[in-house]
């Protein structure tokens, strides 16, 4: 699973999105939310490029916060490249624009460490997303269906305890009258109690070409 692939809660994958390349302002898309992901997390969004959901208002690709373009790094040459994404560094890693020794700094909490550093500890998290249960993964959707069948269930459950105490009341009213009956002794009629009330029932993906890698134009 790449960074691009983990699911980020809020998000809707349903939108449609546009990117313009600067300098030309070429527009790519409209594509889904996944694919701008993939876009940005394999070096083909760069920090002056801007995005829109197809309505004109566009805002430049960093601020755009599930994208995650929160790193920045030197250049060899001394420039200084970013706000970019963990999977564009990785990118120029395996490209030889930087090697895993350089620093990359986080542009809100400043914090400095090596690429290599950086790259592993995202490969952790992917890793440990990887290996949680599905239910984490469940839509608020689902949640409430599954919280709906456990009080079905457990609704059931009651009916059944109300249904054996009312069975085994009518198997001791049932003794009463047969004793009754071979002893002519009356037995006092009990109060009708009634039924229990049944438990209700619980009840595209538009893909453009795709926008230049942004190593390319490094180079």
């Known amino acids: 699973m790449s960074e691009a692939e983990i699911p ?24 889904d939310t996944q694919m701008l992901r993939d876009w940005a997390n394999s070096a083909q969004i760069a920090p002056e490029d801007e995005i829109d959901e197809s309505d004109d208002n566009w805002r430049p690709a960093p601020e755009i916060e599930f994208l995650e ?28 624009l930087v090697t895993d020794k350089t620093h990359a700094s986080h542009c809100k909490t400043h914090q400095s460490l090596p690429l290599a550093a950086l790259v592993a500890a995202v490969d952790f998290e992917q890793k440990r997303a990887a290996r ?18 456990d009080q079905h269930i457990r609704q059931l459950e009651e009916d059944l305890k109300e249904l054996r105490r ?11 009258l047969e004793r009754q009956l071979e002893t002519g002794v009356t037995v006092a009629e009990p109060v009708a109690k009634p039924p229990p009330i049944p438990a209700p029932s619980a009840v595209k993906k538009q893909q453009g070409s795709e926008p230049p890698r942004t190593s390319r134009i490094l180079q």
């Open 132 to 149: 949680r249960p599905q239910s984490a993964n469940k839509s608020t959707a689902s949640l409430a269906v599954d919280r709906a069948k």
């Open 8 to 31: 980020v809660q809020g998000i809707d994958d349903g939108l449609s999105w546009r990117v313009k390349k600067a300098p030309e302002n070429v527009i790519y898309g409209p594509v």
């Open 69 to 96: 373009m929160l790193w920045t790094v030197k250049l060899p040459g001394g420039e200084t490249y970013g706000p970019t994404t963990v999977g564009t560094l990785r990118e120029f890693i395996n490209e030889g």
């Open 166 to 176: 009312d069975y085994d009341a009518l198997t001791h009213r049932y003794r009463q």
